[in-house]
């Protein structure tokens, strides 16, 4: 059992997609690099957040904090859900 603070929550993010082999004769370092998507779903969430566990949402990256809870690895951990969300899809 995980018990977070009011408002918070945990997003697992989406796997990044696959890139096409669509490469310019000039690459920088950003071009190798795969772009994390800011889509996921959520894991855990606080008891007032609990209708949203299980559904899908786009956060702001700089919002939130990488963290590991038993298991799960690379989970993001966000402290208030009102400022951390552009939408929720139920």
């Not at 998507?37 to 919002?63: A, D, H, M």
Request: hydrophobic fraction near 40%; charged fraction near 30%.
């Amino acid at each position: 059992m995980i018990i977070l603070p009011k408002g918070a929550f945990v997003v697992e993010r989406d796997k990044p997609a696959e890139k096409e082999d669509n490469l310019g004769l000039i690459l920088s370092a950003e071009d190798l690099k795969p772009k994390l998507p800011n889509t996921g779903t959520i894991i855990f969430t606080s008891e007032e957040l609990n209708e949203y566990q299980l559904c899908k949402v786009v956060f702001r990256e700089n919002f939130s904090e990488e963290i590991d809870i038993e298991k799960y690895k690379g989970l993001l951990y966000f402290r208030d859900f009102n400022s951390s969300i552009f939408y929720v899809i139920k």
